[in-house]
């Protein structure tokens, strides 16, 4: 087969640029044509660590030889060494471990709907946000608030009304009997890069403990060491009930976690399940990726790299005209007004950077959380380079 015709064996379920990548090595990601890219993506915040790190693949070299799959219903040492390493660090009680971000929110929807068969009169409404997400399963895809992403694969499931982000009253106005949970990112990632505030967070926490509601941070994006703290709601000082993570947990392996506190753990043998469930691969790379993330002094260099990327892209956005700057550690992005992301993404591949624009009106950076400084500073030269040649209305023509 031809190339192209090889490209025609996918199901076209997404618009790729043409590049064949073959290679990954630390924050660099190389093509066929042996042309490196400084990756800002990385798998979409998925190697914590960068591209093939020596902790990630000796663990799973290590854990190969030794036991690859056991069962989902037996124990074994790498599912019973993470599953007390995240209870301990992340002061929940149980864990539930699965391979994606949207099992893991299923996991979440199923605890809260059990929970409030058995505790609140059979309520099972969970409130969630405008632009909020939370997965491409048929009911986090209805827990999802993208724009038009409730008509594509209508019925929806039902109970998942939706408030507004960062707007308390919404979410007051919403609830009633049948409300259960409320579930959301503590930042919206896909949704662009916006970060709760302080009053909204505290806000919901107050709201769900007057009402008796599980309060559920999807944390697939922004925890693992990716907002600068291990998990984003160390920010605020605000704990949820029940809290997943995914992306960044397996350095790079599928692996995800549903985190519940003692009240909340209602699952009975048989209530949820998966073949892969903490598998001894996974998890044997999620515990030494973890021992890597949950240090102090890398969560400190985290938050280092996070202010010198935060300076330099407001100097870029100073320098060409753009929006502000948001988002939490290396999960950042730069709003673009007057659009063009888009555009921007390829002429920055172009140069050699790796970026994603989730909206057309803004870039997003998610470089590896051991990126040094002088790859943060290498990535704003080509972003800079970049954005001089975006044929932007503001900066059309040169001053
Ligand atoms: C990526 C993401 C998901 C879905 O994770 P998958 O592994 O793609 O299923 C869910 N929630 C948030 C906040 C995410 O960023």
């Not at 605890?111 to 409130?127: D, F, N, V």
């Not at 994006?221 to 291990?230: A, K, P, V």
């Not at 029940?242 to 003692?262: D, Q």
Request: aromatic residues 6%.
């Amino acid at each position: 087969m031809s190339p192209m015709q090889r490209k025609q064996c996918l199901m076209n379920t997404v618009v790729r640029p043409d590049p064949v990548f073959v290679r990954g090595q630390g924050a660099y990601l190389y093509d066929q044509a042996g042309l490196a890219y400084l990756d800002w993506v990385q798998g979409w915040a998925v190697n914590a660590l960068g591209h093939s790190p020596e902790v990630v693949t000796a663990a799973l070299a290590r854990q190969a030889t030794t036991l690859l799959n056991a069962s989902p219903g037996f124990y074994h040492p790498p599912l019973l060494a993470l599953a007390e390493k995240l209870v301990s660090l992340s002061g929940m009680d149980q864990a539930f471990f699965i391979n994606s971000g949207a099992e893991a929110n299923e996991g979440a929807i199923k605890l809260a709907r059990k929970w409030g068969r058995l505790h609140k009169g059979g309520a099972y409404e969970i409130i969630t946000f405008d632009n909020g997400y939370h997965g491409r399963t048929l009911a986090t895809m209805s827990a999802t608030g993208k724009p038009g992403w409730d008509t594509y694969y209508p019925p929806q499931v039902p109970g998942f009304p939706k408030a507004r982000f960062n707007d308390l009253d919404s979410v007051a106005a919403l609830i009633g009997p049948g409300t259960v949970a409320v579930m959301l990112e503590p930042v919206q990632g896909e949704g662009g890069v916006i970060p709760a505030s302080d009053e909204f967070l505290h806000g919901l926490r107050a709201l769900c403990d007057r009402h008796d509601l599980m309060l559920i941070f999807d944390e697939v994006q922004t925890g693992c060491g990716r907002s600068g703290t291990l998990f984003a709601w160390q920010h605020y000082g605000v704990m949820p009930d029940v809290m997943t993570l995914g992306k960044g947990l397996g350095g790079g392996v599928p692996l995800s976690a549903l985190l519940a506190r003692r009240r909340h753990c209602c699952f009975e043998p048989g209530d949820q399940g998966g073949t892969f469930s903490g598998a001894p691969l996974a998890c044997a790379v999620g515990s030494a990726v973890l021992d890597v993330l949950a240090q102090p002094a890398f969560l400190a260099q985290v938050r280092q790299r996070s202010r010198q990327l935060r300076e330099g892209l407001e100097a870029l956005s100073t320098r060409h005209g753009l929006g502000e700057v948001r988002g939490l550690g290396l999960l950042l992005a730069l709003a673009m007004p007057d659009g063009g992301a888009v555009e921007l993404v390829e002429l920055a591949r172009e140069h050699g950077l790796l970026l994603n624009a989730p909206r057309p009106h803004c870039v997003r950076v998610m470089p590896a959380l051991n990126s040094t400084e002088a790859e943060i500073e290498e990535g704003l030269r080509l972003l800079d380079g970049a954005l001089a040649m975006l044929v932007h209305p503001r900066n059309a023509v040169p001053a």
